[in-house]
């Protein structure tokens, strides 16, 4: 009740009304926003024209540039510090508790009945902590707010939280407190503009930016950019392609904002027919491709396995005089491997290392993995010798592709090895082996790796059980999958599985049916094709059979 009663009091007012009436006593000549079909054929009259350019090409190393928002994952990867954490498990319950009062503002006064004395630090953490719950996430963005320990990192947290949730209402109220205070609003809008095109609303995604240019009366290019960066991202290419040519006249059409639009069909769609399009609309328009252009290309080619078209444009783009940089490398290596072509592979390799470019284990991952996949693991083997050789460490994606072609023995092998370089193994690494025994057929394998697990201090989660049950059931085991059905629902108190128990039943049913048919009688009507029903010595029109 206290967190509906805190949400029910910021929207009152609707958000774009909200924005309206900030905006209008301090600049009155800014327009109202505009609705999504308006909205689409202009943009801020803040971009001056330029006029059109002739093809220019100055050779450099091809870098990209990067036009991402903030990453709130990355920073909270990073670790919280140990009296933060102790603190968390203190005030969490408590949390939990204060979603019974009747108020908001009952629930923050027992937060402050607390031992705890909240810091940024700490509230930022909290929040995190408690993204799946938003109410009471935001029960304690409030809390912070009453200790002043809410800045601009956690209120674009809270907004982007909001956001994975739909809340947007509640979202763009926070947007408006951040204007009533004259603070920045750009990163907090730019997320509202993520999440809009993460839940698939490329209209209120554009609608937002045009909104934001509004707030500013400078605006970068570099806004822009990320805007059909993020449209892209989230796969609204082809929204972004149409607002990148709808918009030319204030935003000219240029190399960069082709490059998104091309990333966006090659690395993100995958697809090739509409990369070579934008490949060739860059011609059409004057644009001369730059490094970064012939690095999504190629990378796109490698991707599907196109070796002619990918080393054709590598050596294109190096007659061009770009520098191919480790992505380009990386997608020769993978495709070349792909190809049957693995000696080429490690001599690309051995190119990179001339040209001053160091390999990693990306670099030789992209060799072992599409060797695992052909099932040419004694191959596999050799790279990662060359690959200790070259003192780069294996990672737990090398020894996830090698353990594909392990036996029980050589499996357990590879999971001490991976606990004494300390990289797992992890819960993906026994779903993974249980899997790969299971359709194989090799119950009594998984069985042992099954108890192989409380070694490794892994605990059977519900995708585990799903392995098991569905691997015994398709190996004829029912007796065995049901054990471990029963054992899921009971001892570690999860859920029926609808789909599990349907496959459970399945065999009772098969067994059901052929008793009912037993003794009864079946007609077959031979018909050879083009010569409609046979008749005479070769076959008879009818037959009847007997079911036994």
């Known amino acids: 009740m206290a967190l509906l009663t805190i949400v029910r009091r910021l929207q009152l007012l609707r958000p774009c009304q909200l924005l309206r009436v900030s905006l209008s006593s301090a600049h009155r000549f800014i327009p109202s926003p505009l609705p999504p079909s308006s909205a689409m054929l202009c943009f801020s009259q803040a971009f001056h024209q330029t006029p059109c350019r002739q093809c220019k090409h100055t050779p450099h190393s091809a870098c990209r540039r990067p036009y991402e928002i903030m990453d709130f994952s990355a920073e909270s990867a990073e670790g919280t510090r140990g009296e933060i954490r102790l603190g968390l498990e203190e005030i969490r319950e408590r949390v939990q508790k204060a979603r019974d009062f009747a108020s908001g503002d009952e629930a923050v006064a027992f937060l402050d009945d607390s031992d705890v004395r909240p810091d940024k630090d700490f509230i930022f953490s909290l929040i995190w902590d408690l993204r799946e719950e938003w109410k009471l996430a935001f029960l304690v963005y409030k809390w912070g707010e009453r200790w002043d320990c809410v800045v601009e990192k956690t209120c674009c947290l809270m907004i982007w939280l909001l956001g994975n949730h739909g809340k947007f209402g509640t979202a763009w109220t926070l947007v408006h407190e951040l204007y009533r205070a004259s603070k920045d609003t750009q990163q907090a809008m730019l997320i509202l503009i993520d999440r809009y095109a993460a839940a698939n609303n490329p209209d209120k995604a554009i609608e937002t930016f045009h909104l934001m240019q509004k707030f500013k ?19 609204n290419i082809e929204e972004a392609e149409q607002f990148m040519y709808l918009n030319k006249k204030f935003s000219p059409l240029e190399t960069e904002s082709f490059n998104i639009i091309l990333n966006g069909w090659c690395n993100i769609a995958t697809d090739v027919y509409e990369a070579k399009r934008i490949w060739r609309e860059m011609s059409k328009c004057c644009i001369e491709p730059d490094g970064n252009s012939y690095t999504h290309m190629i990378s796109c080619f490698s991707t599907v396995g196109n070796l002619f078209d990918s080393l054709r444009l590598y050596d294109e783009m190096k007659k061009r005089g770009w520098v191919p940089g480790l992505e380009v490398y990386h997608s020769l290596i993978y495709v070349l491997t792909r190809e049957n072509c693995s000696s080429e592979a490690l001599k690309t390799i051995d190119r990179m ?73 992890s819960r993906e690494t026994f779903l993974l082996i249980l899997d790969k025994f299971l359709k194989t057929g090799q119950s009594e394998n998984a069985l042992k790796i099954w108890s192989e697990m409380n070694e490794y201090e892994i605990k059977p989660d519900r995708e585990h059980y799903k392995v098991l049950v569905e691997g015994f059931a398709k190996c004829g085991l029912i007796a065995k999958a049901k054990e471990f059905y029963s054992e899921m629902t009971s001892s570690f108190g999860l859920n029926d599985d609808p789909s599990l128990k349907k496959l459970l039943e399945e065999p009772v049913r098969k067994e059901a049916r052929a008793k009912k048919g037993e003794g009864q009688m079946t007609i077959v009507r031979r018909i050879t094709k083009g010569n409609g029903l046979q008749r005479g010595r070769r076959s008879s029109l009818v037959r009847i059979r007997k079911n036994r």
């Open 217 to 235: 009366f400078s605006p970068e290019q570099k806004t822009y950019f990320v805007f059909l960066n993020i449209l892209c991202k989230h796969g």
């Open 353 to 425: 290392k001339e040209t001053g470019l160091k390999p990693n284990s990306a670099t030789y991952n992209l060799v072992i993995r599409p060797l695992c996949e052909a099932e040419k693991f004694e191959d596999a083997r050799i790279v990662l010798a060359r690959m200790l050789e070259d003192d780069i460490s294996p990672t737990i994606e090398t020894y996830h592709e090698l353990l594909k072609g392990e036996t029980l023995e050589g499996t357990l092998g590879v999971l001490s090895h991976m606990r004494k370089s300390r990289l797992g193994p």
